[in-house]
């Protein structure tokens, strides 16, 4: 199967999206953008002289470098080219990024594709990490003659080496798996994978050795993110090598670094067995935290505390960890109301207040307090953590909303944590006010 699955709808507009489209951008000598079977295409002279010719809309690099980038790897850049309801968009991300539009602009399948991503840059399959591909296909696609359509997503990761772009193209119906994936850098093509076959499960792939070689090729599975497997397979023995691994670990490692919290009220408010401290997605365990932080980071518990003032009803003195009934081990959490007054448990406040406090707690602490899977290899302050937030104000007031806006700047500020959150239209207009916070309105 080739790579591009585009053809204009039967009888429909030409802006219909239709099959698999090439990744965005895809240049015409790409493996990517595929070409009639027997007629060689502009890559096959690339293959002959041994060196990837440069991305389209760019000048030849020369093979020199970018210039450096950021210290810590950072998505600046989602791109879904053809992706549930979105046709060509691309949302650029800055340190605080609210998404924001009315219901079915696509705010969700933007945070989903996001994630997925970080899942796939984690060493997830296809399935993993889109587990209703079917959804992402855009509505009105077409099959294509043999019954294939599919979904285009990319984006973009700013480093110490430069922006470099990964743009993955995948086959959902009839069979899930990548169609094509690129990765680039300052013109030059990195890595290309493209589906020559479909009878086997695999991917050709070619990525830059530079020398006398010029190009490496080998089959990679069709169900994995080539740009993870990278490292498995390049041995980093000269220059181009080097910077194909140094372009793929900039991009694994600001996707990897990503945490998607979506806090559940239900589930803070029972007591929980005190354990290692690693705040949950659903944030079910919040009391082990805070009991974890208030031992090891006092400067970050008083921040979170402070939050609690301005985001709880009534007045608050502290926060505190308490054991609780029911069997040994078992801790509660509990608002300190200050002296001559009884405490409250967390299983007295509200969904919002329960809300607030696990979103707080979250951009005030780091990927070791968080269930996130970070490169292991790589400093924690060489990383920097994303917070994917569906929903962030969602049954909070505008006083609550606010001061997580000013918790994220705080915190984002240092360029150790970055937030990405779909918000309703208060939330958004709360935030076009602060310095340091960019909304993207994904209204038609």
């Known amino acids: 199967m080739d790579a591009t699955l585009d053809a204009v709808g039967r009888g429909g507009p030409a802006a219909a999206p239709t099959g698999t489209p090439p990744c965005a951008a895809a240049a015409a000598d790409s493996p990517l953008r595929g070409h009639p079977r027997g007629e060689p ?26 210039d450096p980038g950021p210290t810590r ?47 796939l840059a984690s060493g997830a399959t296809l399935r993993e ?53 690129r990765l680039s850098q300052d013109g030059r093509i990195l890595l290309t994978t493209a589906l020559r076959d479909p009878r086997r499960r695999t991917v050709e792939a070619a990525w830059f050795t530079g020398g006398t070689v010029g190009v490496t090729r080998a089959p990679m599975p069709d169900d994995r ?57 659903d944030c079910g365990n919040l009391a082990d935290v805070l009991r974890r932080t208030r031992h090891e980071c006092g400067t970050r518990h008083a921040l979170l505390a402070r939050a609690a003032r301005a ?35 967390l299983d007295r406040l509200g969904a919002g207040e329960l809300r607030f406090l696990a979103l707080a707690l979250v951009l005030l602490t780091g990927p070791g307090v968080l269930e996130v899977d970070p490169a292991a ?18 049954g909070l007031d505008r006083r609550q909303a606010a001061e997580l806006l000013r918790l994220a700047v705080l915190c984002g500020g240092r360029g150790h944590i970055g937030l990405v959150a779909a918000v309703g239209e208060d939330t958004a207009g709360t935030g076009r006010g602060v310095p340091g916070v960019s909304v993207v309105d994904l209204s038609p």
């Not at 549930?84 to 079915?104: I, K, M, N, Q, W």
Request: with cysteine; net charge positive; hydrophobic share 40%.
């Open 41 to 66: 295409g502009p890559a096959d002279a690339g293959r002959a002289s041994g060196t990837p010719p440069p991305a389209a809309g760019a000048a030849a690099s020369g093979g020199a470098p970018a």
């Open 377 to 394: 290899e790589l400093l924690s302050a060489r990383q920097a953590l994303t917070v994917l937030a569906d929903g962030l104000d969602r």
């Open 73 to 119: 790897p950072t998505v600046t850049e989602l791109r879904l080219s053809a992706f549930g309801p979105h046709r060509a968009a691309a949302f650029p991300l800055g340190p605080v990024t609210l998404l924001t539009g009315p219901s079915g602009s696509g705010k969700s399948q933007a945070l989903d594709a996001y994630r997925a991503l970080a899942a």
């Open 311 to 345: 985001g709880c009803a009534g007045p608050v003195a502290g926060l505190d960890v308490r054991a609780a009934p029911g069997g040994p081990g078992l801790v509660a959490a509990v608002l300190d109301r200050g002296p001559g007054r009884p405490a409250t448990g």
């Open 129 to 181: 990490a889109f587990p209703d591909p079917g959804a992402r296909v855009p509505e009105r696609a077409l099959p294509d003659g043999g019954g294939r359509r599919g979904f285009r997503l990319g984006c973009t990761v700013d480093g110490p080496c430069g922006p470099v772009r990964l743009d993955l193209a995948v086959q959902a119906e009839p069979v899930l798996r990548i169609a094509g994936e």
């Open 225 to 281: 993110l080539g740009t993870g497997l990278l490292p498995l397979r390049v041995a980093g023995s000269t220059a181009g090598q080097r910077r194909v691994l140094a372009a793929a670990e900039q991009v694994v490692v600001a996707l990897r670094s990503v945490f998607a919290c979506d806090p559940e009220p239900g589930r803070m408010r029972a007591p929980v067995p005190a354990g290692e401290g690693r705040l949950r997605t």
